[in-house]
């Protein structure tokens, strides 16, 4: 009697002790795979993320210098309507810029176009209506 009831209880003993032994190898290797596959995918996002952050961070740029060269335009008592060029670094990237006008439709206002441009970047074009 007492050999069955230290046969039944090392029975329920080994068991709970091959539940509790842990994960398989195969087990692990799907594991393995799925988070590679997974940080793969991540890893691929990151980068578009970080080309879309410095292609905004440029185009916010090209549209400040354009702002900036057509509010000195406004600002300033002599109206010029002479076509102008030329280059200014803003943040670190060289960029060129023209100024040109073209009449309207109306004789007291001109149109003054501003583009600015920056190496495999689209150009960014602004414009003012000023009174002549």
Same mark, same amino acid.
């Given at each position: ?22 994960? #398989? !190898? %195969?087990?692990?290797?799907?594991? $393995?795979?799925? *988070?590679?596959?997974? +940080? ?14 410095? #292609? !905004? %961070?440029?185009?916010?740029?090209? $549209?400040?210098? *354009?702002?900036?060269? +057509? ?62």
């Amino acid at each position: 009697m007492i050999c069955r009831m230290f046969w039944a209880l090392n029975k329920d003993m080994s068991a709970q002790h091959a539940s509790n032994q842990g994960f #398989t !190898l %195969v087990e692990t290797l799907v594991a $393995l795979s799925i *988070a590679a596959v997974a +940080l793969t995918t991540l890893a691929g996002r990151l980068g578009v993320s970080a080309d879309t952050q410095r #292609t !905004l %961070v440029i185009h916010s740029t090209m $549209l400040e210098v *354009a702002t900036n060269i +057509l509010e000195k335009q406004r600002l300033s008592t002599v109206v010029n309507l002479d076509d102008k060029e030329g280059k200014i670094e803003a943040r670190g990237m060289k960029m060129a810029w023209k100024l040109s006008a073209e009449k309207t439709e109306l004789d007291n206002f001109v149109r003054q176009n501003v583009v600015v441009s920056y190496a495999n970047e689209p150009d960014v074009s602004l414009f003012l209506f000023h009174a002549k």
